[in-house]
């Protein structure tokens, strides 16, 4: 395997089998609670959770977030995600594919289309790789291979510090991406990978011309806690234990960049766990909410178990949506059914 291979190998091996999950900073979702409705005046199997997203319709507001590829266990895993994702409409989006660009070989391991011919695919590279002889050309290419609708430049400062040999020169980046940003056929979406996005990150985003954001934000896995356990050195070990909960709560990201850009187009994710946390992130006006972990454990067992996981999930959202009066999404962001609480 190449390096960035045994790197995937590594980070999903680390993410199953290892305690690398925040513990003293929290996603702050918690500090947020719903008001009970006793009558709801609906019938709950007419419950609406249908949602458009970058002008595709989805069944239900759930992005499969990010995670692997590159790798045979990696490549059973998307499989599982992708079909179902087709199953219920989703957004899903794949790991790094700098992997595939390196080794063309493993490109299989992304190539999901088929199995969701109707999913909000995603692709994804590192936005750093733009100062690392990436340009237009790689980033079409993961979107070919794909068939993605659109592009993820997930941004990770923290991790590449702590990363053996990680890629730290983010000088000049928001130039390059805006120039991707006019020649690209695609959407970009701008996405941390669990340490959030400011208010004040995403004007320069937003600026750059990103399309979308996807805050990411802290208080799920820790990828200082996952790097920590790949460390070659004791610098390395002891730098990631020391920034295990460094990052912005989801909940604080959510909020801001809705305050002051309310029709970007808004994914949260960060720490996310089941379907009350879904629906208070978009009660707080995400347009999606995203899961990583909870899709990751599910589909390292079974496709069943995947499903199982989406019919909760959904089932969750519905009931937060029938407790609260609110026949759908819309109308759930318009009450004010969730009150903060401390």
Same mark, same amino acid.
């Given at each position: 395997? *190449?390096?960035? /291979?045994?790197?995937?190998?590594?980070?999903?091996?680390?993410?199953?089998?290892?305690?690398?999950?925040?513990?003293?900073?929290?996603?702050?979702?918690?500090? &947020?609670?719903?008001?009970?409705?006793?009558?709801?005046?609906?019938? @709950?199997?007419?419950?609406?959770?249908?949602?458009?997203?970058?002008?595709?319709? !989805?069944?239900?507001?759930?992005?499969?977030?990010?995670?692997?590829?590159?790798?045979?266990?990696?490549?059973?895993?998307?499989?599982?995600?992708?079909?179902?994702? =087709? $199953?219920?409409?989703?957004?899903?989006?794949?790991?790094?594919?700098?992997?595939? +660009?390196? $080794?063309?070989?493993?490109?299989? *391991? @992304?190539?999901?289309?088929?199995?969701?011919?109707?999913?909000?695919?995603?692709?994804?590279?590192?936005?750093? =790789?733009?100062?690392?002889? &990436?340009?237009?050309?790689?980033?079409?290419?993961?979107?070919?291979?794909?068939?993605?609708?659109?592009?993820?430049?997930?941004?990770?400062?923290?991790?590449?510090?702590?990363?053996?040999?990680?890629?730290?020169?983010?000088?000049?980046?928001?130039?390059?991406?805006?120039?991707?940003?006019?020649?690209?056929?695609?959407?970009?979406?701008?996405?941390?990978?669990?340490?959030?996005?400011?208010?004040?990150?995403?004007?320069?985003?937003?600026?750059?011309? +990103?399309?979308?954001?996807?805050?990411?934000?802290?208080?799920?896995?820790?990828?200082?806690?996952?790097?920590?356990?790949?460390?070659?050195?004791?610098?390395?070990?002891?730098? #990631?234990? *020391?920034?295990?909960?460094?990052?912005?709560? *989801?909940?604080?990201?959510? +909020?801001?960049?809705?305050?002051? &850009?309310?029709?970007?187009?808004?994914?949260?994710? #960060?720490?996310?766990?089941?379907?009350?946390?879904?629906?208070?992130?978009?009660?707080?006006?995400?347009?999606?909410?995203?899961?990583?972990?909870?899709?990751? =454990?599910?589909?390292? =067992?079974?496709? /069943?178990?995947?499903?199982?996981?989406?019919?909760?999930?959904?089932?969750?959202?519905?009931?937060?949506?029938?407790?609260?009066?609110?026949?759908? !999404? +819309? /109308?759930?962001?318009?009450?004010?059914?969730?009150?903060?609480?401390?």
């Amino acid at each position: 395997m *190449t390096d960035t /291979q045994t790197r995937k190998a590594d980070h999903l091996r680390i993410c199953l089998e290892e305690d690398v999950q925040f513990r003293q900073l929290t996603n702050g979702l918690e500090r &947020y609670r719903f008001t009970h409705c006793c009558l709801p005046e609906l019938d @709950f199997s007419e419950i609406d959770l249908h949602v458009t997203f970058l002008g595709k319709k !989805l069944g239900v507001p759930l992005l499969i977030s990010s995670m692997t590829g590159g790798t045979e266990q990696a490549k059973l895993i998307n499989y599982r995600l992708a079909e179902v994702a =087709q $199953n219920y409409r989703l957004a899903m989006g794949v790991g790094s594919q700098r992997v595939a +660009v390196e $080794n063309p070989k493993v490109a299989h *391991t @992304f190539a999901i289309r088929s199995l969701a011919p109707d999913a909000l695919l995603f692709a994804n590279l590192g936005a750093v =790789q733009l100062n690392y002889t &990436y340009d237009l050309e790689q980033c079409l290419r993961v979107v070919e291979l794909l068939e993605a609708d659109a592009l993820i430049l997930h941004f990770n400062p923290l991790q590449e510090c702590i990363q053996p040999h990680g890629d730290t020169n983010f000088k000049g980046l928001l130039d390059k991406i805006h120039n991707l940003c006019k020649k690209i056929s695609v959407p970009v979406i701008a996405k941390e990978v669990g340490n959030g996005i400011s208010a004040s990150m995403a004007k320069k985003l937003i600026e750059a011309g +990103v399309s979308a954001i996807d805050v990411a934000g802290a208080g799920g896995t820790s990828w200082a806690k996952v790097e920590s356990e790949r460390a070659e050195n004791s610098l390395q070990r002891k730098l #990631g234990k *020391t920034f295990a909960d460094w990052g912005l709560p *989801t909940a604080e990201c959510i +909020v801001q960049i809705r305050n002051q &850009y309310p029709a970007i187009p808004l994914i949260a994710s #960060g720490g996310l766990r089941d379907g009350m946390e879904v629906a208070k992130a978009i009660a707080l006006g995400a347009d999606l909410a995203g899961l990583a972990f909870p899709f990751l =454990q599910a589909a390292a =067992q079974s496709t /069943q178990a995947v499903d199982e996981l989406v019919k909760l999930l959904i089932a969750e959202i519905k009931t937060v949506l029938f407790c609260t009066g609110n026949a759908n !999404l +819309v /109308q759930l962001q318009k009450s004010e059914a969730l009150q903060r609480i401390k």
